[in-house]
């Protein structure tokens, strides 16, 4: 099915446009015409009133709609995740998964390749573009919501199961002083994304990770020690590194928004993204879930456990484009692209997401700007009204 996009305020992913059209053939972009001409053959949306842009990528999501990515998920739970964040906006996910037994890895893993096998068929399970393991090679000093019990060093089996080509996008996040440069270089070399989070690196550990092939920083500020004046570590080697890319979980709980502010200045254009590291409590009405046996409960827009530590982010990616305009200072073109080209870029998926253009992945989404609501969403060109 032929489809025309008419009336919106149109962002491409470099600029707004006015007066502009959109047609997707298929699962991708068609043409980006100069006004409105309702053509036979098309279904027609009309987006009066709403800002139509690249549908976000979120890389960090724990959860949503009541599901955690873990032992018991199947495609089922899969598939409503991915659900769940199509209403706030994102298009493309890599589910997360928290350290854990390697039971549960392989079981999540398997979940992750299985549903490729339905990327063409499933409009919610083709927003699944790979897999992201947070941990478990993580540092146990840091206050994080990992059970001490399930961090461990990598071994060649948890490689080759991280490094798996049927997962699609893979991307770990791992404490490099905790891992190892011969494992880093492991990974890099069979095509994963590696970045650094949890960790106590120091400065001259972080260089040397970055010279081994780290490519980011998950979640910059959160889990990790703060810049010292004498002991930069990894937050000041992520800073001065201008090509090292950033992770901000901007919900104003686990980063303070002039920390954040700080790191847009400081780094490169277009090296800081957004991520929601969204739990199950995102579009769900529920008052508490369980995980790995703790009890977790949203308070006051944040995930607490029951001692009132936080155990994650009530986020969306809407919520974070509207924080980074709001908190963060950011106009919304920049807002936008760092929810959506600068991820695509991030994961190597910018040759086909990030941009509306012919030819592109129609994946787009339609929100208001004035109340911060998706209206519309398409993933592969299958349209959703919400």
């Given at each position: 099915m032929k489809q025309l996009l008419q009336h919106a305020r149109l962002f491409d992913g470099t600029q707004f446009h006015a007066g502009k059209a959109v047609t997707l053939d298929g699962g991708l972009i068609g043409d980006i015409m100069e006004r409105s001409v309702s053509p036979g053959?098309?279904?027609v949306h009309d987006l009066t009133g709403l800002v139509l842009a690249p549908g976000f990528i979120d890389v960090h999501v724990f959860g949503g709609g009541g599901h955690m990515v873990g032992a018991d998920m199947g495609l089922a739970e899969l598939e409503a995740i991915a659900e769940t964040h199509r209403q706030f906006g994102t298009t493309s996910l890599l589910p997360t998964l928290l350290s854990d037994e390697w039971e549960v890895m392989a079981h999540v893993s398997s979940c992750i390749r299985r549903a490729h096998k339905y990327w063409g068929e499933n409009s919610a399970l083709a927003a699944i573009k790979g897999i992201h393991f947070d941990g478990p090679c993580l540092s146990p000093s840091i206050g994080a919501p990992h059970h001490t019990t399930h961090l461990r060093r990598l071994d060649a089996a948890l490689i080759d199961l991280m490094s798996h080509p049927d997962l699609g996008i893979r991307l770990v996040t791992l404490a490099p002083e905790r891992a190892g440069l011969d494992s880093l270089k492991a990974l890099t070399e069979a095509g994963v994304l590696v970045?650094?989070?949890s960790s106590a690196a120091t400065h001259q550990e972080a260089l040397?990770?970055?010279?081994?092939g780290l490519r980011g920083v998950t979640k910059l500020f959160a889990h990790m020690p703060p810049i010292g004046a004498t002991a930069p570590g990894l937050?000041?080697?992520?800073?001065?590194?201008q090509e090292l890319w950033c992770g901000l979980l901007a919900d104003g709980f686990h980063v303070h928004p002039a920390a954040m502010r700080m790191a847009i200045k400081a780094k490169a254009k277009g090296k800081v993204f957004l991520t929601s590291g969204a739990m199950a409590s995102v579009g769900w009405d529920g008052e508490k879930f369980d995980f790995q046996g703790r009890g977790i409960?949203?308070?006051?827009?944040?995930?607490i456990f029951a001692d009132g530590t936080m155990a994650g982010a009530h986020l969306t990616m809407i919520g974070a484009v509207r924080n980074a305009v709001e908190l963060l200072d950011q106009p919304l073109s920049e807002a936008l692209r760092m929810a959506s080209l600068y991820p695509a870029q991030f994961i190597r998926m910018d040759m086909t997401h990030g941009i509306i253009a012919p030819g592109f992945a129609a994946d787009l989404v339609a929100f208001d700007p004035e109340n911060w609501v998706v209206k519309h969403s398409w993933i592969n060109g299958y349209h959703r009204a919400h």
């Open positions: 053959g098309y279904e970045c650094a989070g040397q990770a970055i010279r081994a937050v000041g080697a992520a800073l001065d590194d409960r949203v308070r006051n827009g944040v995930c």
